[in-house]
Nanobody, 122 residues
Framework: QVQLVESGGGLVQAGGSLRLSCAASGSIFSIDAVDWYRQAPGNKREWVAVISSGGNTNYADSVKGRFTISRDAFKKTVYLQMNSLRPEDTAVYYC????????????????WGQGTQVTVSS
C-alpha cells in the first residue's frame, strides 16, 4: 500500500519561510512527477508547482521566485521550500504523485497526501 505524507506546515509571519515535505512509502516501484497543490477555505484547489522524475520544475505565477520544489529520490521525498510568505499563501497544501508499485509496475496511479496547514499572519 502506498502512502504520501505531508509535513512541515505551521504558523509563520509574513515574510517568513517554511519547508514542506512529501514523503512516499510502501511498495513503490517508481515515482513519476510530483505536484504540490493548495486549497484555501472557500476556494478551489490550486496547482502550485511540479517536479518531474528528471528534476524539471515548473511553478504557478503566484509563487514563482519565492517557492522552490526539489526531490530526494533516495528518500522518496519531495520538498517545497517557501520563502517570502504572504497571507494569501495561507492554505492546506497537498502533494500528488504518479506512482507505480512492485505488484503492478506497468500501471501508474495518482496518489494524494492528507495535506498540511500553512498559515501566514500579516
Amino acid at each position: 500500500q502506498v502512502q504520501l505524507v505531508e509535513s512541515g506546515g505551521g504558523l509563520v509571519q509574513a515574510g517568513g519561510s517554511l519547508r514542506l515535505s512529501c514523503a512516499a512509502s510502501g511498495s513503490i516501484f517508481s515515482i513519476d512527477a510530483v505536484d504540490w497543490y493548495r486549497q484555501a477555505p472557500g476556494n478551489k484547489r490550486e496547482w502550485v508547482a511540479v517536479i518531474s522524475s528528471g528534476g524539471n520544475t515548473n511553478y504557478a505565477d503566484s509563487v514563482k521566485g519565492r517557492f522552490t520544489i526539489s526531490r530526494d529520490a533516495f528518500k522518496k521525498t519531495v520538498y517545497l521550500q517557501m520563502n517570502s510568505l504572504r497571507p494569501e499563501d495561507t492554505a492546506v497544501y497537498y502533494c500528488n504523485a504518479g506512482i507505480t508499485t512492485w505488484s503492478n509496475p506497468e500501471v501508474q496511479r495518482s496518489y494524494w497526501g492528507q495535506g498540511t496547514q500553512v498559515t501566514v499572519s500579516s
